[in-house]
């Protein structure tokens, strides 16, 4: 459908461009400004020196301080064999549930070319926070070995007002100019500490997002919605890693009864033995316009509008992490919103490529999806 990739330009040619970069401003911005240029034109942006008075900006990269506040607190912890929580995994299903393939419901239908894959979330458990702290950077310290696992602090859900209070006055509860033009107070404020090895697969979220990175440095690749199917979103079944800490072994379950997840099959960084097979499963996000790609470094911070597909890699600082804070606005379910959903409905097939999975493969390709 020569339509949908017309949308892909015609979105670059307004309003976004194609350097794949990221517009900067090196301020704060007015509510007005952010409303104007950013927020109503669901076009992201980097913003620098908003954050320069935040304590945390001097007092997270020392141990001591976050270790005093925090250290009667317990924090939740997510566990992966390899820092991929919340992303597609292969599942042997001789090692877990086997759902049944043959039912005729249509969301179970539409996922059986994915029969080999789940959407696997970590084993998260409530750890000390001096604990946590160690166990994540112990994972970037130890390079010349791998570790056991890797472990991310990255609960959501609110959790730097709910599990990290005691580190409120070291940020800001808000930001002033957001919650000025977004008419609204954050709905949850979150604290991300991970390592190099903590990755978050592609996903969007219906949230405006202010994401502020405190120590070391985020890596954002990011798709605007007019590029949902690009991502080959298909439903997956939900699995939950479990941790021994007796063995130190994982065990991929899936639940049960089954529950499907709608998640994005594109990995945009595949291992080398993986490269030449993912790069013809997904031609549409291979061929069509590159990612916009950007580094957020300590003090600085993302606005990423709702909707936008984003995908996060990180690099610590030289005490093995990398800290961010990032506050989740509730978005506006506007004409925009309906227009998206609109177009996620839409069965698309590409023209990109033409001799692109005709064969068995032909529903790497079909919708409708989320
Ligand atoms: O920092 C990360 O790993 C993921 C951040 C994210 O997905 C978000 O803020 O919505």
Redesign the pocket.
């Known amino acids: 459908m020569k339509e949908i990739e017309t949308l892909w330009s015609e979105v670059r040619d307004l309003s976004l461009g194609y350097s794949g970069r990221v517009e900067r401003v090196n301020s704060p911005l007015t509510p007005l400004q952010f409303l104007r240029d950013f927020v109503s034109q669901n076009k992201p942006c980097i913003i620098s020196n908003a954050i320069n008075h935040w304590p945390a900006l001097s007092c997270w990269t020392d141990d001591t301080h976050l270790i005093r506040a925090l250290s009667s607190v317990s924090v939740s912890l997510h566990l992966t064999p390899n820092g991929r929580a919340d992303a597609l995994a292969p599942f042997n299903p001789h090692h877990g549930f086997a759902f049944n393939s043959a039912s005729s419901s249509s969301t179970e239908a539409s996922t059986t070319a994915a029969t080999s894959l789940c959407f696997a979330s970590a084993h998260v458990e409530r750890v000390p926070f001096p604990e946590a702290l160690s166990l994540i950077s112990s994972g970037s310290r130890d390079r010349a070995s791998i570790p056991k696992f890797v472990a991310y602090a990255?609960q959501q859900n609110d959790c730097f007002r709910l599990e990290y209070s005691a580190l409120a006055s070291d940020c800001d509860p808000h930001i002033q100019w957001a919650t000025e033009a977004l008419g609204c107070l954050p709905e949850a404020v979150n604290l991300?500490i991970?390592n190099q090895h903590?990755e978050?697969s592609f996903h969007k979220?219906h949230y405006e997002?202010l994401?502020a990175v405190v120590t070391g440095e985020?890596h954002f690749l990011l798709l605007p919605p007019t590029d949902v199917h690009r991502l080959y979103i298909k439903e997956y079944p939900a699995a939950n890693y479990s941790y021994s800490w007796v063995t130190g072994e994982f065990t991929l379950e899936l639940e049960n009864p089954i529950r499907y997840v709608p998640w994005c099959s594109v990995d945009p960084y595949p291992s080398p033995e993986t490269k030449d097979d993912e790069m013809s499963k997904f031609p549409l996000y291979v061929n069509g316009p590159a990612p916009f790609e950007c580094t957020i470094k300590a003090g600085e911070i993302l606005y990423l509008p709702s909707m936008w597909f984003?995908h996060?890699r990180q690099s610590p600082d030289e005490r093995g992490r990398t800290i961010?804070v990032?506050y989740w606005y509730d978005m506006q379910f506007d004409i925009k919103y309906a227009y998206f959903n609109f177009l996620q409905s839409l069965h698309y097939q590409s023209t990109l490529n033409s001799t692109l999975h005709e064969d068995s493969d032909s529903d790497a390709d079909s919708g409708p999806y989320v």
Do not use: F, R
Request: aromatic content about 16%.
């Open positions: 990255q991300w991970g903590s978050t979220d997002n994401y985020k984003h996060v961010a990032n």
